[in-house]
């Protein structure tokens, strides 16, 4: 299926690794020139390389701080009118409310509410004037089902996807799209480090964690990063105009609810 993003301009933020690499990979194979952004110049390089591989596309690069005012406005300056805008970025640890600080709030709303919030607001009257734009935000399962330990991760997220909501009901008139995509155990670096963590708490390996981890999802594995990839893809692609407003959960079944 020709998915019609040839020569659409795609920023996928927080892209130098994991989820955010993948969307970058699958926008490009598909004809987008991409720009990628993280913090660190090396990092970003080596993904560079990865996309231009995997794609015969070399991506743009943009050494920026989300979590940054004026990282948002170096990200902004780099690529002023993309078509396409993923946002993402790090989550917060995980804990329980004692644990964290006023400091550790916010930080997390900066960095997983205001960084996307701030993008969408800058680049939706772009996209409206154009007639095309698609947003997809990484957030996460736990924004419709959060566990005891990801409370902060699932509270700032939720603002995201409350904002979101509303803003689309205006924009998908002049074919701008605001989507979420709910990731739940993919393997990534997080997902190592998440079995790096309970190997230390639990005294196994990390092996045993990581099969501990698949274990709690319903298709018994983790999740691969194309999947993903692909995914975000299809929801930027022509033939997604009429998804709007919606949250697809991504986590090889394991949802329980019905809606």
Not at 39 to 51: K, N
Not at 53 to 70: M, S, Y
């Amino acid at each position: 299926m020709d998915l019609g993003m040839a020569g659409k301009t795609a920023l996928v933020c927080a892209s130098s690794r994991g989820l955010g690499l993948a969307c970058a990979t699958a926008l490009a194979r598909e004809g987008c020139r991409v720009y990628i952004n993280g913090r660190h110049a090396d990092a970003l390089e080596a993904a560079a390389q990865r996309i231009e591989a995997a794609t015969g596309k070399r991506p743009q690069v943009v050494v920026a701080d989300l979590n940054t005012e004026a990282g948002r406005e170096a990200l902004v300056a780099a690529c002023p009118e993309p078509d396409i805008l993923v946002n993402n970025n790090a989550g917060p640890e995980p804990g329980k409310i004692a644990d964290w600080s006023r400091e550790d709030w916010l930080a997390a709303v900066e960095g997983n509410m205001l960084a996307p919030i701030f993008l969408i607001k800058h680049y939706v009257p772009g996209m409206r004037a154009r007639k095309f734009g698609r947003i997809v935000n990484i957030t996460s399962a736990m924004v419709k089902s959060p566990s005891a330990t990801m409370g902060l991760s699932a509270a700032v997220r939720a603002g995201v996807t409350a904002l979101s909501k509303s803003v689309q009901r205006d924009s998908v008139v002049d074919n701008v799209t605001i989507n979420n995509m709910l990731p739940e155990r993919f393997d990534t670096d997080r997902q190592r480090y998440m079995a790096d963590r309970m190997s230390k708490k639990e005294g196994i390996t990390v092996a045993e964690a990581k099969q501990r981890i698949a274990a709690t999802i319903a298709a018994k594995r983790l999740g691969d990063p194309e999947e993903f990839g692909d995914a975000c893809a299809f929801l930027c692609s022509a033939q997604a105009g009429f998804i709007s407003g919606q949250n697809l959960q991504l986590d090889g079944g394991s949802y329980a609810g019905l809606v």
